[in-house]
């Protein structure tokens, strides 16, 4: 069976093209001309090359894909243009592609992400249930896009997953948190109390498989996450056990980071870059808790998180030294 697989290069990607192999797919992976290709180097996959931007290079990519993992997306973007054409114009795209040129029975699943539901409410876990309510350009991107795959799915198979923050090997986000633990500090935003859903790549690659392999995914969102509800403490805790590290904790004020953001918009404007703390994240850190639950998963696609924090944590320390980046 060929799949396709959208952002095969980057940290999910290539985690579920590496499971997908050991399944016995066949693989296409959609990269870029300028994609870092490391994780895939080695791998008996088919390159296509494509900007998922250009529609006009998408047809033939799609057409013998018995199903299409859409992962490509972009999370850092310098406007609101960067954030639509990455996530929403891209998906459309892919979409309109499979629509002309997909086999019928063809599957698509798109990774959303929970910034398209928003933060949880007074503590409580969203479910897929509850209204979106997205705070950030890229949250709204995202569920633009998933307007989109819920359209398409009206006449193809088509699944949505919305993932938590994902850590585990080859992360670069939760792996800040990994770097200033080892240098002996666990610094802690805001009031550090805020409460957050987090699951571990295998986990959500399971739960990504899942989802493609039920009949009853179709036209409907899952969240994926891992088991509990975390403050950045606990986190931290897990952190430092698994690096054998007793950091000093330093709490970090909002107005703080609110002058940081301040700086890092007007450097990233200079630099014609995305920034790398902006207002949305800024307005992210100050919710009291981004909690989702996976219920829906495990009711209907059989869906069990399997990797604890204190496991997940040791085994992702591990990875990072292991690889040198510890
Ligand atoms: N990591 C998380 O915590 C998290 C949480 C929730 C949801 N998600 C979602 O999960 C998906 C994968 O995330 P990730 O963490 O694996 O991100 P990542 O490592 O940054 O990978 C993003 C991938 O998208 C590709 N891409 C971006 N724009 C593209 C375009 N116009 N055409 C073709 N490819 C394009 C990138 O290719 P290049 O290498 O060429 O740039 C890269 O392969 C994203 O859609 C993200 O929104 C991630």
């Known amino acids: 069976m060929t799949v396709l697989v959208t952002g095969a290069n980057g940290f999910i990607g290539s985690t579920l093209v590496d499971k997908l192999l050991a399944s016995g797919y066949s693989l296409r992976c959609l990269v870029r001309k300028t994609s870092d290709l490391t994780w895939l180097q080695d791998l008996p ?28 997306g972009v999370t850092k973007a310098r406007d609101q243009a960067g954030y639509l ?7 459309v795209n892919l979409l309109s592609a499979c629509a002309a040129h997909g086999p019928k029975n063809q599957r698509f699943v798109y990774i959303s992400s929970q910034a398209a539901a928003g933060p949880s409410l007074d503590g409580i876990a969203l479910t897929e249930q509850d209204p979106p309510h997205p705070i950030s350009l890229y949250g709204e991107a995202k569920l633009r896009a998933e307007q989109a795959v819920l359209e398409y799915s009206r006449d193809r198979f088509a699944t949505i997953i919305r993932p938590p923050s994902v850590y585990g090997p080859r992360d670069r986000d939760v792996y800040v948190f990994f770097q200033t633990i080892a240098k002996g500090f666990l610094l802690l935003l805001g009031s550090g109390a805020q409460k957050i859903s987090l699951v ?18 179709n036209g409907k969102i899952f969240f994926i996450t891992s088991e509990g509800a975390y403050d950045w403490q606990t986190i931290g805790q897990a952190i430092a056990a698994a690096l054998h590290k007793q950091p000093l904790t330093i709490k970090v004020p909002l107005w703080m980071l609110q002058i940081a953001a301040f700086f ?10 995305p920034a790398l703390l902006n207002w949305d994240k800024v307005r992210e850190m100050k919710q009291p808790s981004w909690l989702c ?25 591990r990875w990072y030294r292991d690889q040198g980046w510890l």
């Open 264 to 273: 890092s918009v007007a450097f990233s404007r200079l630099q014609s870059k």
């Open 45 to 72: 996959v088919t390159y296509s090359y494509a900007d998922l931007r250009d529609a006009r290079a998408l047809g033939d990519l799609v057409s013998d894909a018995e199903i299409v993992f859409h992962l490509a």
């Open 85 to 91: 054409q990455g996530n929403y114009d891209a998906t």
């Open 293 to 317: 639950s996976s219920a829906l998963a495990q009711k209907e696609l059989g869906y069990s998180p399997m990797i604890s924090l204190t496991e997940g944590m040791e085994q992702t320390a």
């Open 200 to 217: 571990h790549i295998d986990d959500l690659v399971n739960g990504i498989l899942l989802a493609a392999q039920h009949d009853a995914a």
